[in-house]
C-alpha cells in the first residue's frame, strides 16, 4: 500500500507496518493521512514489511498470530511471557539469535529502503527498526527513524537501536523504555495514532437514521474484529438480547460471513438486533453507542477513547492484550471480563447505572491524546524546511 504521489518532488518519509492483527496498518495509515493534511509537500509511502520476505516467514508471522491469539491463547501468552525478556539494556542470546533470523529474511526491505533513499522512516511495527539500524550502522542510508508504539504494554521486541524517536501510548510504556538504556529525551507520550474521523464531530440524528438504529434505546457494539474473531460472539449477543431488555445490540462481525448467517437467525435479529459485515464506517456506530463491548487492541481502545466511550472488554490475550486491558481497567475507562457470563453481567450492570456510565465516559475523554497531530508535528521538525 503506499499514499505516495510520484510527481512530488518534496521529502521522503517512509511508513513501515506490518500485517499482524489490524492495528499496526491502522496506526500507519493514520499517520500518513496526517501528515497529507498537515505537510503536502512530504511524499509518503506506506509499505507492509511482510511483503518484502519468504512466504514461509509471512506465514510464520502473521497466520501464526491469528492462530495463536484466536484458538491457542494460553500458549500464546507463555509464548510471549518467555520471549519478553531481557529487562536490562543488554541483549540476550536468544534476541541476539532473532534479529539475525529476522534480518535474514527481510532483506528485500533492507534493498528496498537502500534504494528508495527516504529521509526519514517512521515504524508502526517492530521488525523494521532493527533492520534500519544495522543498515544505518553500515552506511546503507542515513535515514534517521521513529518507532511508534501501539500497545501500552510494551513487549522486548519493540526495543531497536539507533531510534532517535519512541512514540508511546502512555508513561508506563515510556518508563519500560527507559529501563531499557533509552534516553528519556528520545520518548514522547503520545498516545495512539488514529485516523481524523474518529475526532470529527458527527451529527448524531443522521448517523442513527443511516444506519436504522433505534434513538431512544441503549445500544450496545458488540466488536468481533476485522480480520479475525474473537471469542464466543454469538453466545454473547444472545445472552445480551436475554439479559438487557429495551437494548439494542449492534455486532460487528468483521469478514466473517459464516458469522453475519448465525446472528441473522438470533430471535430478536431486526428487531433487537442488527449485524454489520466489514465497514470503514465503525466511528459512526461507536459514536452513537452507549457503550463498546469489545477486546483491548491497542488502536480499538484509542478509537474507544477518542470517542469516550465505555468499554466492557473481553477476556484479554495473554500479553499486551492482557496489559492494555489492566490499564484502561486501572483509569476507569473499561470493566476486564473473564467470559460470557461476566460480559452480560457487565453490561447488565452499567446499563442500570447511568452514572457510572458518565464516569467512564469521563475517564475516557481524559485518557485520548492528539497522537497523529504530535507525530506529524515532530516528522515535520525532523525533515526541516522544504
Given at each position: 500500500?503506499?499514499?505516495?504521489d ?18 499496526h ?19 509518503v509511502?506506506?509499505?507492509d ?9 509471512r ?6 498470530y ?12 507463555l ?55 544495522r543498515l ?32 508511546v ?43 436504522r438504529?433505534p434513538p ?9 474484529g476485522?480480520?479475525?474473531t ?28 459464516k ?6 437467525l ?20 461507536v ?13 480499538s ?6 470517542k ?6 473481553l ?6 492484550e ?7 481497567a ?17 453490561v447488565?450492570r ?15 475523554r481524559?485518557?485520548?491524546r ?17
Amino acid at each position: 500500500m503506499s499514499h505516495e504521489d510520484p510527481q512530488a518532488g518534496g521529502p521522503r518519509v517512509l511508513i513501515a507496518s506490518a500485517s499482524v492483527g489490524a492495528g499496526h496498518n491502522s496506526a500507519a495509515r493514520a499517520i500518513a493521512e496526517g501528515l497529507a493534511a498537515a505537510a503536502p509537500g512530504v511524499r509518503v509511502e506506506v509499505v507492509d514489511i511482510l511483503t518484502f520476505a519468504p512466504w514461509a516467514f509471512r506465514a510464520y508471522y502473521a497466520g501464526g498470530y491469528s492462530l495463536a491469539v484466536s484458538k491457542l491463547p494460553r500458549l500464546y501468552g507463555l509464548g510471549y511471557w518467555l520471549s519478553d525478556r531481557p529487562q536490562g539494556p543488554r541483549r540476550g542470546l536468544n534476541e541476539r539469535l532473532r534479529l539475525c533470523y529476522e534480518r535474514l529474511h527481510l532483506k528485500g526491505f533492507a534493498r528496498h529502503v537502500a534504494e528508495a533513499a527516504p529521509d526519514l522512516v517512521v515504524n508502526t511495527h517492530f521488525l523494521a527498526a532493527p533492520v534500519l539500524a544495522r543498515l544505518r550502522a553500515a552506511g546503507a542510508t542515513l535515514a534517521p527513524q521513529f518507532v511508534v508504539v501501539t500497545d501500552v504494554l510494551m513487549h522486548r521486541f519493540w526495543l531497536a537501536e539507533g531510534v532517535d524517536r519512541w512514540f508511546v501510548p502512555a508513561g508506563r510504556t515510556g518508563r519500560r523504555l527507559e529501563r531499557w538504556g533509552v534516553p528519556p529525551g528520545r520518548i514522547t507520550v503520545s498516545g495512539m495514532p488514529i485516523q481524523a474521523k474518529w475526532t470529527a464531530p458527527l451529527d448524531r440524528a443522521k448517523v442513527l437514521a443511516e444506519w436504522r438504529l433505534p434513538p431512544d434505546r441503549p445500544i450496545i457494539v458488540l466488536a468481533a474484529g476485522a480480520d479475525f474473531t474473537c471469542g464466543p460472539v454469538v453466545k454473547i449477543a444472545r445472552r445480551l438480547l436475554a439479559a438487557c431488555e429495551g437494548a439494542f445490540v449492534a455486532v460487528l462481525a468483521g469478514r466473517n460471513k459464516k458469522l453475519l448467517g448465525q446472528l441473522s437467525l438470533l430471535p430478536g435479529a431486526g428487531r433487537d438486533l442488527a449485524a454489520f459485515a466489514f465497514t470503514d464506517r465503525v466511528h459512526e456506530l461507536v459514536e452513537v453507542c452507549t457503550l463498546m463491548v469489545t477486546k483491548a487492541g491497542g488502536l480499538s481502545t484509542a478509537e474507544c477513547v477518542a470517542k469516550a466511550r465505555p468499554m466492557v472488554l473481553l477476556k484479554p490475550v495473554p500479553g499486551q492484550e492482557k496489559g492494555n486491558a489492566a490499564y484502561f481497567a486501572e483509569k476507569g475507562a473499561a470493566v476486564v471480563t473473564a467470559g460470557v457470563g461476566e460480559v452480560v453481567e457487565q453490561v447488565r450492570r452499567l446499563l442500570a447505572r447511568p452514572d457510572e456510565l458518565k464516569r467512564m465516559s469521563d475517564n475516557a475523554r481524559r485518557l485520548h491524546r492528539p497522537a497523529t497531530a504530535t507525530i506529524a508535528a515532530a516528522i515535520q521538525a525532523a525533515l526541516g524546511p522544504h
